[in-house]
């Protein structure tokens, strides 16, 4: 059964950073179109101001004549002086921002081809800011100095650290994700205990903004974030996936594993660039449970791309004839059949051993007798399933798969024979009683029939020409062998002897 959730196909797609810059697009004409007006209108009051100055003030002397001559006419500079600040301010403001679009949102864009963090831009606008303040403040106020009012203002500075105390940590917070750039607009990140996971819209001086995959938005404050362990899958990164199935025990592993890479291999979102890994997890109580790894082009879309690799297994476990596992039982009463194949069927493995060339002459009920005392094996690819050197009291059939026949020279496997279906090897271990010559290595999943001493001292005695065809095939192999290890060795047909050798083994009498 394939865990986690059932694939939904309903499941909203989210606003990418990009598609959210399309969208927003009525909205910054908008905002230039209210900027302009706001712009204008303070400009235009600035100028009034500045070009009214003594008839405002016279107006304003007439309007407060309960006040001492002497103080009403100060008040009423002040009161001018307190509007030109205020103006003058808000034009300062409004200025930097234009500054601000100018340098960050055309004149960098243009250079570098991506936008300025939304802390650098904060930044610039507090610095300019701020310059242009006092600035304008000492031009309107040149017997007040200001920097002094801050610095030595002690209660002023403990109010102020106080106040700023958060809104402080998260900006030095800020800045220091902004230096040492661990993720930036675009990758998704899955911050802190409670897991917060999403694609990073924006960075700002107070906090990360992330659209998590239900479309909402979460703010994690800068300085949380500097707290907190952050998994972070950056955007150009390639960045795997694990998703979880499992099948019947008895379903074959290299089967599975070659079935699922390759329909997992062609889903979309999965990367060419490096082919899927599937491997066997764990070997459960009734299932085979496996993990399927595979590296996405676009990893924000991974929940739709782990369905879709859930319903790609599948599918293509339905086309191989695989099955998921479920809970299962199953009792074993133990019989007597001597064949232990993986679908005991006995039919097959007659069938199998008639086509042998060696066991040709043998009649159908001499056939069948060998393959009821033949027992099945089952090798994974890359398996060694007989190693020289070994003895060997059995031979062995291919029935269903390939292996290669290897010896070693100078330490490195030589592969001098390859063996298919029908085809048989171990023989000569068998007949001579001498130690394996060779390894052999199945090169695919292979399921091989052993057939022991006794059984074939039985099919001899019934068949003694059988044991002559036998002895010309091990003299043939052994001669290849020989050629193999030493070239220059004379070629002699030692069939005679070894005949005479499985004679003696197997004590039959001519
Ligand atoms: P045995 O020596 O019992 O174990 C290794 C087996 O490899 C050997 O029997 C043969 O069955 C097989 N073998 C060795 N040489 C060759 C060859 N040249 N061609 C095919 N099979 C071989």
Redesign the pocket.
Known sequence: MVKEDVIKSSEPTLAQPKVASVVNRPRSKNSLIIFTVAAASVLLATYLVFHFEPQLMKFLETRMPEAVPGDSMISAVAVINILKLALLAVLAYLFVRALNSLIFGLAFRFRSGFEAPTLVRNIFSIVAFTILFFLIFSRIYPGVNLGALFTTSAIFGVILGLALQDTLGNFFAGISLQADRPFQVGDVITVGAQKHSGIIEEITWRAIKIRTFQNHVVLINNSTAAKEPIEVCPRENLNARLVFFNTLITDSPAKTIHVVREAVREADNVSPKISPIVRIRNLGESAVEYEVKYWLDDYAKFNDTDALVRQRIWYAFRRAGLNFAYPTRTLHVERKPKIAGPDGAGGAIVERLSAVDIFAPLSVEETAMLAQSAMSHIFAPGETV?R?GDP?SS?FVVHKGRVC?Q?SENGRPLT??T?NNG????????FTG???????VALEETEVLEIGHEAMKQVFQTNPDLVESLSHI?A???Q??AA?IDSSSPQIDESAGILSAIRRFFGIIR
């Open positions: 007989i020289a060997g031979m026949v010896i001098v024979a063996l085809d048989f090897f171990g023989e000569m271990a068998l001498e130690p394996r010559t060779a390894n052999i091990i043939e192999r052994r290849a062998l193999r």
